[in-house]
């Protein structure tokens, strides 16, 4: 009855629709207090990357992005298979959009999921573990909100059209080159158009050691039109088409041997977003999103079977209204997703070799719908309290088209929370939230199954979450300051497990393998001078499945263990013209990590191993510059990774060489010195 309701809803909008971005200030991260007031549960460890600190540090990946990010660690020194981690889950855990599209699924777990050029974005914004109920689907871990650029915005004064030309040079080891052009169509609506291209050749480690398969070529074309068409109205579409193609490992995530060979392959992201809002002025607002995303990845496995490739497409709509009633805001909801994944053999059947079960079978397919409907409400009764409670119920299905398996799944989630001002400047801040998530679309590489086997556990249950956060926030004279204490568990875990169990289960299998916690604080410290201002965090959590930490070759697509973490970053900024910043971040050692317990269940190994996670140090130094007053030119200069360590990122798999059988098991290192030079000229 409800998807029914929500395919109604859809089909009587005669066009797709999106939330449009927020207004955020231009600083360095920070607690999100004016991307939606509606936010109370959590806020203490929510972030907004704004686009300034972007821009400062010529960020070029995900790990750029959330380097000065405080719960969140991200792995993998090569673009494609990067993957982000928050509080220890990996990010196929959290609800991760793009203007409101979301780069949901998994076309190869030796992949990242999440791919985006910072380039085109305004601010990325993060909410951290379970939230309120307009998070999104599957948002067990947290939420991630990439928002592009308002074309308008692009404009200075009374300019009407302009374009910013940007080059720029890596010495560890690349080029990159855009153009953007924008302008006013009328009023306050405007267009937008960026191609960005970036060249790597592979990157040496800081012991000069070069690592193959890091090279790889990107291009991106995006395209924007839309605005303020006045009386309340703002509608924007969007259209990106993204592209990455190199010559890579058998797992893009391990390292690639002097003797081993490198594979053909090749990503492409092309998304199509359609944003409308409403402000009535009459104390009601309604906002949108509807979106098309497929995404596609194909790898040459000439050496086996030749040519494969994947495709995940989803298409949906969020449609949400907000009313004000008295000290009430009140925002509810609808939001329908329908996901496909496919995956196939692309060459002659002859290459398919006796890897292949059955050869009257060449392409796998799963489709999934999901509808939820949601309410949130934020109370102040009074100026120094805000109430916030909300209730979200979801509804999952899923349908495996080749082989005729289904899972079927629904439940309510509700939080709470408040932010209680104790003293002037002294917060007060306690939530608990909950969230619920089915059996999404598998894993696209691993869709094809031994005949008469089963993928699905016929007892599977939704993941169900509880998160529980309290702490205090300071602000006065130009200080901040913030301790948070968090204690995440979800029950049911949904996993593919390493190995194959007996039979009928198939080579991949999913099931309820236990229950996880993670639970860990968050302290952050700042003061701003005006000149100049400094920032730090410290982090600090232990991640568990069943009372055993967590290891991200064993857990691949649920979590990883990261040392205890520090980062401090300073500015210093002696005109409006010139600026430097240095960052600092520590991670300590975490050794004796216990691995390996799937190879003892099923007798592959006689006893569970050992392995570490050495600590490291990495300073990065940024620098900006703009040499005349009409501010046209500027340039930008950085240096990643000073000391040039030799290390491998926490969120990237262990080291597992030393111990027999699995000596090719282990993540990439990270990259040597990289010194950045980038130039940018406004017309």
């Not at 998070?135 to 692009?154: E, K, M, N, Q, Y």
């Not at 302008?183 to 790597?200: E, I, N, Q």
């Not at 390292?255 to 081993?260: E, K």
């Not at 009601?284 to 098309?292: F, I, N, R």
Request: proline letters at 3%.
């Amino acid at each position: 009855m409800l998807k029914h309701a929500l395919v109604c809803a859809a089909s009587a909008a005669p066009i797709l629709l999106a939330l449009p971005a927020s207004a955020l200030a231009l600083a360095a991260p920070e607690r999100p207090s004016e991307i939606d007031e509606l936010v109370v549960v959590g806020a203490l460890t929510d972030v907004a990357v704004t686009r300034s600190e972007l821009a400062a540090t010529q960020a070029n990946d995900l790990q750029d992005i959330f380097r000065r990010t405080p719960s969140v660690t991200v792995g993998g020194s090569v673009g494609l298979a990067q993957k982000i981690y928050v509080r220890g889950l990996e990010d196929s855990q959290l609800n991760v959009t793009v203007d409101g599209a979301p780069q949901g699924g998994t076309l190869f777990h030796h992949i990242g999921r999440v791919s985006i050029e910072p380039e085109l974005l305004e601010t990325v914004e993060l909410q951290t573990g379970a939230g309120e109920a307009t998070a999104g689907f599957g948002a067990i871990g947290g939420a991630i909100r990439f928002r592009t650029r308002d074309p308008v915005s692009l404009l200075e004064g009374d300019q009407r059209f302009g374009a910013i030309a940007k080059a720029g040079w890596f010495s560890n080891d690349g080029q990159k080159y855009s153009l953007t052009g924008y302008g006013r169509l009328t009023g306050d609506v405007g267009v937008m158009a960026s191609f960005v291209h970036v060249d790597r050749e592979a990157m040496e480690d800081g012991d000069g050691v070069l690592m193959r398969g890091t090279a790889g070529e990107q291009t991106l074309g995006f395209l924007k039109v839309g605005g303020d068409f006045g009386d309340g109205h703002r509608f924007a579409v969007s259209y990106e088409q993204r592209k990455e193609k190199g010559a890579f490992g058998q797992r893009p995530n391990w390292p690639v041997r002097v003797n081993d060979r490198l594979f053909p392959a090749e990503a492409e992201r092309r998304t199509a977003v359609a944003n409308y809002g409403f402000d009535s002025g009459q104390g009601w607002d309604l906002e949108a999103t509807g979106y098309v995303t497929r995404t596609d990845f194909t790898q040459d496995r000439f050496d086996r079977w030749g040519l494969y490739g994947a495709e995940i497409e989803s298409q949906g709509f969020d449609l949400r209204g907000r009313f004000e009633l008295g000290a009430h805001r009140l925002t509810a909801g609808v939001e329908h997703r329908r996901d496909s994944v496919m995956s196939q053999y692309l060459g002659d059947i002859a290459q398919w070799g006796p890897w292949t079960w059955d050869r009257n079978v060449s392409r796998f397919e799963e489709e999934g719908q999901l509808s939820a409907i949601y309410a949130q409400n934020l109370w102040r009764p009074t100026e120094a309290l805000k109430i916030s409670f909300g209730a979200r119920y979801d509804d999952y299905e899923l349908e495996q088209i080749t082989y005729g398996g289904r899972a079927a799944s629904d439940g309510f989630s509700f939080n709470a929370g408040l932010d209680y001002e104790l003293l002037a400047g002294l917060t007060l801040n306690i939530g608990y939230a909950e969230a619920f998530r089915g059996k999404e679309i598998g894993d696209a590489f691993t869709l094809e199954s031994r005949p008469g086997r089963r993928s699905l556990a016929p007892d599977l249950r939704a993941e169900t979450v509880g998160n529980f956060e309290v702490g205090l926030a300071w602000v006065q004279d130009g200080w901040t300051a913030s301790a948070v204490y968090y204690d995440m568990k979800i029950k049911d875990v949904i996993l593919d497990q390493l190995g194959s169990g007996p039979a009928p289960q198939a080579a991949t299998y999913y099931e309820n393998v236990g229950d996880y916690q993670s639970d860990g604080v968050e302290i952050r410290l700042g003061y701003d001078a005006g000149l100049w201002g400094v920032d730090a965090f410290y982090n600090s959590y232990d991640a568990r499945l069943n009372g055993r930490q967590i290891e991200g070759y064993e857990q691949i697509a649920l979590g990883n263990s990261m040392g205890d973490n520090v980062n401090v970053t300073g500015r210093f900024d002696p005109s409006p013209r010139l600026g430097f910043q240095a960052s600092l971040t520590h991670y300590s050692d975490l050794n004796d990590i216990e691995v390996l317990y799937r190879e003892v269940e099923l007798g592959y190994i006689g006893q569970t191993q050992f392995v570490d996670k050495p600590g490291y140090t990495v300073l990065d130094l940024f620098a900006r510059w703009t040499p005349f007053e009409d501010r046209n030119i500027e340039l930008l200069a950085a240096i990643y990774n000073v000391f040039d360590e030799t290390y491998r990122a926490h969120a990237s798999v262990a080291d597992y060489s030393a111990i027999p059988g699995y000596e090719i098991v282990r993540g990439l290192n990270e990259p040597g010195r990289n010194v950045r030079l980038t130039a940018s000229y406004r017309f």
